[in-house]
């Protein structure tokens, strides 16, 4: 078994090597701009990227028309948020959301407060990290022009109620979009059953490059148009301009592929593998929480708190296995978590929170390996914790008075 | 994130890892830090006359946080109290080449090395500084 091992599958992923074959004619032989519409370069190009497209669409039960391609889910949710108040100024300004989303939504959002250019709604969530379907009825005003909630949340893997949102907005005739970067092709995604008019998502998290992602916009039953952020050229039917980098687009359309077919077995085989990590490591170690909703969530997600012990010193200590924590001293801002913050999870054990990302390449042997590790690592700090310490001594920490800095 | 080669050495072999108890009165205990902030250290001393001839500590924190409480218990054995209260943070800073993002760790070691002589010479009946 090799080290190091990498279960940090949330972060991105390493690319399938399947994919990298399907890439690789198109950047030396292939190698045409898809706008050129005069030669057989363009024109083989052109085709590339149309396959993908019927690829990407088919995974998400789209029309490939409704595709737009953008750097990533990131520019993909600026385009969506940015793009429908742009567009809709006339109908009002209002925008809800929740307070998990990903950074690229929220600060998508307060930029666009900011400059005056919208108001937003920001959801709390419940204790599993769950927006309430009738906190998004109840938030809605006849400003409102867009809701965005996220599919499924990149720390806690918690799935959110989405289907049921888009039966309120389209009641209320109010365009839904959702950051799926997390759900697309880990969970079956049908944009027609759920109700959703803007779907983000990108391909490094399903296996396929970086660099490239999608908007889905919906072309029916409304026609959703949004304005671009990116100008000139009108590709992508004007909603982004820009030579389309398609060895990358046709990685996506691969990547997607290979995820329409193989999803839900490989949902169940990393489901069982994450039920045995989390077992593993439960039923040795006393005080580990889970962090998000027990049933609803990603089935390669796993996040859990270890009381008494700090993130980064954990990971510190496990540095032959890839992994990431919600704890202040692993963030540039020395904040913890603001997701784990919203579950009304304490900052203490916000701090002390580890994420475990599944994926198509991890096997059994490295679970086991890493659950070896997690106990022995977890024991010894916790030999060195004060903390624990004091509450095996049956003091309630809840009740100390800190001489914080 | 790279450590430094002395943080990693406090993280893999920590110094004095421990407790006396506290209610002894050649014991000197400082606590410091809180959970919500993700750092506390336990820092505790062991007088005789006026040297300090052992001491142990237990922190929840990071690597640095780790090192740097691991590193004040190696410099207080064999000072006495007087010239531990010398001990600066930029010691610790340098010492284990923390980068700017750590260095509220090191300040915090220097709180507790500080908190664990007060309570000492509370205890001993001196005026405390």
């Not at chain 2, 920590?14 to 407790?19: H, I, K, Y």
């Not at chain 2, 943070?89 to 908190?115: M, R």
């Amino acid at each position: 078994m090799k080290l190091p091992i990498f279960l940090d599958n949330h972060s991105t992923t390493p690319m399938d090597p399947r994919v990298l074959e399907a890439m690789l004619p198109y950047f030396v032989e292939k190698f045409g701009n898809a706008a050129s519409r005069n030669h057989t370069f363009g024109w083989e190009a052109e085709e590339a990227v149309d396959n993908a497209r019927k690829q990407i669409a088919k995974l998400i039960h789209a029309d490939p028309k409704e595709i737009v391609f953008t750097s990533g889910a990131t520019e993909s949710d600026n385009l969506a948020l940015k793009g429908a108040i742009e567009m809709y100024h006339e109908k009002g300004n209002h925008i809800i959301t929740s307070s998990t989303e990903h950074r690229a939504v929220l600060d998508t959002a307060k930029s666009l407060e900011a400059k005056g250019k919208a108001t937003v709604t920001y959801l709390s969530v419940d204790k599993h990290g769950m927006v309430k379907p009738e906190d998004v009825r109840n938030a809605i005003t006849d400003k409102t022009v867009l809701i965005s909630i996220m599919l499924a949340n990149n720390e806690i893997g918690t799935i959110n109620p989405v289907g049921e949102i888009g039966k309120i907005a389209k009641e209320k005739g109010i365009l839904l979009h959702c950051d799926a970067t997390q759900g697309v092709g880990k969970i079956p995604v049908n944009v027609q059953e759920m109700g959703i008019d803007l779907m983000s998502f990108s391909a490094h998290k399903i296996y396929g490059p970086k660099g490239v992602g999608a908007l889905y916009v919906r072309k029916k039953a409304p026609r959703v148009r949004i304005s671009a952020q990116m100008d000139g050229g009108g590709h992508e039917r004007g909603m982004r301009s820009g030579t389309l980098p398609v060895p990358l687009i046709v990685g996506f359309g691969k990547a997607c592929e290979i995820c329409e077919q193989e999803m839900e077995a490989e949902g169940r085989r990393l489901g069982a593998m994450r039920d045995r990590l989390q077992a593993g490591i439960t039923n040795a170690l006393e005080e580990v929480y889970l962090n998000g909703h027990p049933t609803q969530r990603l089935p390669h997600n796993l996040n859990l708190s270890f009381a008494y012990v700090e993130g980064e010193s954990l990971l510190m200590g496990l540095k032959e296995i890839a992994l990431s924590s919600g704890s202040a001293c692993t963030s540039a801002t020395l904040e913890p978590s603001y997701v784990l913050r919203a579950l009304g999870v304490g900052s203490d054990l916000a701090h002390s929170s580890i994420r475990f990302g599944l994926g198509r390449f991890n096997t059994d042997e490295q679970v086991d390996y890493t659950i070896k590790r997690m106990i022995e690592i977890v024991t010894k700090l916790r030999e060195m914790s004060p903390l624990y310490e004091m509450a095996k001594e049956g003091i309630d920490l809840k009740s100390v008075q800190w001489a914080a800095h | 994130m790279a450590y430094s080669d002395k943080v990693v050495d406090h993280y893999n072999n920590p110094r004095n890892v421990g407790s006396f108890k506290k209610d002894e009165k050649d014991v000197g205990t400082g606590m410091v830090g809180a959970p919500e902030c993700g750092d506390v250290m336990k820092l505790q001393i062991k007088v005789e006359g006026d040297k300090i001839v052992d001491a142990r500590f237990k922190t929840f924190g990071c690597g640095s946080a780790i090192a740097s409480s691991s590193l004040a218990t190696e410099w207080l054995k064999g000072k006495t109290v007087e010239e531990a209260q010398t001990i600066k943070n930029t010691d610790i800073v340098q010492e284990l080449n923390l980068p700017p993002v750590k260095i509220h760790c090191s300040v915090l070691a220097e709180d507790a090395i500080k908190a664990a002589l007060a309570d000492y010479k509370k205890k001993a009946g001196k005026e405390t500084k």
